[in-house]
């Protein structure tokens, strides 16, 4: 079974220019997360989709950052315009949709997407 | 979501058993331990979890207080490869709130 993949890997921008990420999560899985982690700080939540609906919104920072699931399979986070700030690691996981039964859920990740903002 | 306390970083030898402790005293009835790693350049991985009897996998053990108010993960032979960052999570049983909420986590280092 193929894992998360997220691309690109690592990305090089320039501050106010504009980065689109990527995210396949594991085909069947139904919940969508996207995490970033920004330097010395701890991971934190962006947001949650369930198929191509948002579930939970609360993470994103402001409205630079747009996130997509048409069709609920892939994912895109755009970040318009980038800044000194956002550079990052952006993370992707997926994981079944199990009704109530969330608390056992187990979360797969990506290996991340790193962006450098210059 | 409870909180969850980890001591910053621990050490061990190749080969020896490592016991990372995880407090969290106010954790719900509803709320499941869940422990993930964090490998260099990597992202998080899945390694346990558990809701209130001890649970093994091929990966670690997981041992829960009876009070539930912390838990202990059990790697039984440290390997270089286990040199990560070990994050202690509670994730509440419920249809709202799935994500994860991770903390400093523990980094573990291990000596050859």
């Known amino acids: 079974e193929a894992g998360v993949t997220q691309f690109p890997s690592h990305s090089v921008i320039e501050k106010g220019q504009t980065v689109t990420l990527r995210c396949d999560p594991i085909?069947?899985?139904?919940?969508l997360y996207w995490y970033r982690r920004v330097m010395g700080k701890e991971i934190k939540f962006l947001l949650h989709?369930?198929?191509?609906?948002?579930?939970?919104e609360s993470g994103m920072p402001n409205n630079r950052f747009l996130a997509e699931r048409t069709g609920g399979t892939y994912s895109t986070l755009k970040v318009q315009p980038a800044e000194l700030e956002d550079s990052g690691v952006y993370f992707c996981?997926?994981?079944?949709?199990?009704?109530?039964?969330?608390?056992?859920?187990?979360?797969?990740f990506g290996a991340g997407s790193r962006l450098t903002v210059l | 979501d409870a909180k969850t306390t980890q001591p910053n970083s621990m050490e061990s030898n190749e080969e020896e058993p490592v016991h990372l402790p995880c407090n969290h005293s106010?954790?719900?009835?509803?709320?499941?331990i869940h422990w993930y790693r964090q490998l260099p350049s990597q992202g998080p991985e899945y390694v346990i979890h558990?809701?209130?009897s001890n649970v093994n996998n091929r990966m670690a053990s997981l041992a829960i207080a009876e009070d539930r108010k912390s838990s202990t993960l059990i790697l039984h032979r440290a390997t270089l490869r286990d040199a990560a960052v070990y994050y202690c999570?509670?994730?509440?049983?419920?249809?709202?709130?799935?994500?994860?909420?991770f903390g400093g986590g523990t980094r573990l280092m291990v000596k050859p």
């Open positions: 999570i509670l994730r509440r049983d419920n249809n709202a709130g799935n994500m994860l909420t």
């Open positions: 085909s069947g899985h139904d919940n």
């Open positions: 996981a997926s994981t079944p949709l199990r009704g109530s039964r969330s608390g056992a859920n187990v979360l797969t």
């Open positions: 989709f369930v198929k191509e609906s948002k579930q939970d």
């Open positions: 106010t954790i719900s009835g509803t709320d499941y």
């Open positions: 558990g809701l209130t």
